[in-house]
């Protein structure tokens, strides 16, 4: 730094007088606040400005303006953000109300909260399901804590900030409690409320591991091993950041009384410096290093004596923020291809819900994987992606989704190639499932899928509007029921004596019909959709779930075993009536070619953005597996 960038009044002080700068480390950025800021530059690069904001992205005023340059618009709520506009979730942590509201205006969003907030309200719900009460120690208003506090309901977590507040909680001492810590609170003022609330508590869980970020722990580790040392304390940051604040606390406790927080160079306290023949340096984790730089530069231009300080050494690296959310829905390509990249996806979802085998049967857990995971053509899932999109819904929440729909379709193959039914030794090219395992395994794996699916679907991370999740739950409990899935197989076991069309249409109607007509129901309350918009899609989906039946009814009298999958013929076999022995293959191919026009006819209004579906009907009619 230039000489005349020496604050006014500064002289450059003689060998004798120049204190000695004690520089602690690590000092400046952390892990997190590196990621946050990349992922607001990084939607700027990749969309352009502007780029929203809720809240300032990390608590310091230098970054905040830099990206406001760079074309990044920070508010304080989402309701302030056009309609359908990119948007970054700052790294303190949001409330659930906030990610509602958020989908409400069709955001495009991403969430940049730091891994270390993440787990702390991962921890803080799990809790809570667990039934315990919720001691939160943080500071009251803190946008950390804020966010923290939405993650469960009001009144099963309570804030302390001291042990006297403790006195106030008016809980019993055998309540069950669980504690979890703000991730820049001070670490002595942590420990002491943890020892308060194990002393009062008979029952007391807490997090594994700290909760208190490495950084925050470094940094006030490093700065109180100096503080003793010095006659003052510097901390480089934001008024604004707690951690700042912290390490100014920390060095006063560790007995340096002169501790001061500056923004920059300019505040340098010149007076107490010209004092003090030792000096500690250190910055907050929101810090930049342009502000350190230049500070760092003004007390050396004074003559001070610069000397680094071995601290903890920080490795620490999070997996970049996700952008990839922002990207539309990768709907585009042939029919094959998008089908190709969903078979991926819906993979790596039923992957994640069933989740690992370890406290699990081995057996059941790999009999629920054969079933779902590497196997069919996704054609519902598909559809649910196809409906969302349409309605501009969130494409992960769309995949969770599908994922409960292959569950449930998947539970109604397993029961259906049973001896008991169908009695099949083949499915999509493979064993059918109590062939490669037993009928036991196979009953309790379709139970367990079952279950599964509602699990899915009533999860919060599938949409953050529990009253959707509801409305989820319900169609997809009448979709399987007696008025759908199971009373359209009830129907194919024991039709009447001489079935009409009309009895056959209806039991295809809910054999098959009824996951797809929820499929595209699903995905309609995954956006916005009105009225009218949901009963066409409704209509449109009542007739691909016929289509759909007809072709499989077609391709069991001129399919192709070794195409297909399974055995072909098994309707004439067990003498079951369906669209070709009613229809025959020429009236049966032309019932379907005009359900097809009745299908695109209901997704006129869409236009274009329909295009997807039709081609989804287009391959319902002329599929050959």
């Known amino acids: 730094m230039a000489a005349s960038m020496i604050p006014p009044a500064a002289a450059k002080l003689g060998p004798a007088a120049a204190p000695r700068v004690m520089l602690a480390n690590p000092r400046g950025f952390c892990a997190g606040v590196h990621r946050a800021i990349d992922a607001v530059e990084g939607a700027l690069k990749r969309h352009g400005a502007p780029v929203y904001v ?50 409400a205006r069709r955001l495009r969003v991403v969430d940049a909260i730091c891994p270390l907030v993440a787990k702390v309200h991962a921890e803080v719900e799990a809790w809570y399901r667990a039934g ?34 403790l006195d106030r909680l008016g809980l019993p001492s055998n309540t069950a409690v669980a504690f979890a810590v703000q991730t820049t609170f001070a670490m002595r003022d942590a420990e002491a409320l943890i020892t308060a609330i194990k002393q009062r508590f008979a029952d007391v869980a807490g997090p594994r591991a700290s909760d208190i970020c490495y950084a925050t722990t470094n940094r006030q580790a490093a700065i109180e091993a ?114 190709s990249r969903l078979r991926k996806d819906i993979d790596t979802t039923l992957d994640a819900v069933i989740g690992p085998p370890r406290g699990r049967d081995r057996r059941l857990w790999e009999a629920m994987r054969y079933a779902t995971i590497d196997g069919g053509k996704r054609f519902r899932p598909l559809l649910v992606a196809a409906v969302s999109d349409l309605v501009d819904g969130n494409h992960l929440q769309a995949l969770r989704v599908g994922a409960a729909i292959e569950c449930v379709h998947a539970q109604s193959l397993i029961h259906d190639d049973l001896p008991c039914m169908d009695d099949d030794d083949l499915r999509r090219g493979r064993p059918t499932l109590h062939r490669k395992f037993d009928e036991a395994t196979a009953v309790l794996t379709g139970d367990a899928l079952l279950a599964l699916a509602f699990e899915i679907l009533a999860d919060e991370a599938t949409h953050g509007d529990p009253q959707v999740r ?76 016929l289509v759909f039946q007809i072709r499989d009814d077609m391709l069991d009298a001129i399919g192709d075993a070794a195409q297909l999958g399974k055995a072909v013929g098994k309707d004439a076999e067990a003498g079951r009536k369906s669209a070709t022995t009613l229809l025959g293959i020429a009236g049966a191919a032309d019932h379907a070619s005009r359900l097809e026009l009745v299908c695109n006819e209901a997704l006129d209004p869409f236009g274009a953005r329909a295009r997807p579906l039709r081609d989804l009907t287009r391959f319902a009619v002329q599929r050959m597996h």
Do not use: W
């Open 132 to 165: 315990r009460h919720i001691i939160l120690i943080g500071h009251s208003g803190h946008p950390e804590v804020v966010g923290t506090l939405g993650q469960i309901p009001a009144g099963t977590v309570s804030v302390v900030a001291h042990p006297g507040d």
């Open 226 to 339: 100096l503080a003793p040392q010095c006659d003052l304390v510097i901390v480089i940051g934001d008024e604004m950041s707690s951690n700042a604040r912290r390490l100014v606390e920390v060095a006063r406790d560790a007995g340096c009384p002169q501790a001061v927080l500056i923004a920059g160079a300019a505040e340098l306290p010149l007076d107490q410096i010209m004092a003090s023949a030792t000096i500690g340096l250190t910055a907050a984790a929101s810090t930049p290093e342009s502000a350190i730089a230049g500070v760092c530069a003004c007390l050396r231009d004074m003559g001070c004596g610069l000397e680094e300080h071995a601290g903890a050494s920080e490795r620490v690296r999070f997996k970049p923020v996700d952008l990839d959310v922002l990207e539309p829905v990768a709907l585009s390509g042939s029919l094959e291809q998008r089908l």
């Open 470 to 545: 509801a409305q989820l739950v319900l169609a997809l409990a009448r979709a399987v029921g007696q008025d759908g899935l199971a009373g359209g197989q009830m129907m194919d076991l024991y039709p009447p004596a001489r079935p009409s069309a009309q009895d056959l249409f209806d039991c295809e109607s809910r054999k098959t019909g009824a996951l797809i007509r929820f499929a595209v129901e699903a995905g309609s309350m995954l956006g916005r959709c009105s009225a009218e918009e949901r009963s066409r899609l409704l209509h449109f989906a009542e007739n691909l779930g």
């Open 54 to 103: 809720r809240r300032a992205i990390v608590h310091n005023r230098d970054v905040v303006e830099r990206l406001e340059a760079l074309g990044a618009v920070f508010v304080q709520d989402v309701d302030q953000i056009p309609e359908g506009a990119v948007t970054i979730l700052s790294a303190h942590g949001s409330a659930r109300t906030v990610q509602t509201a958020a989908q």
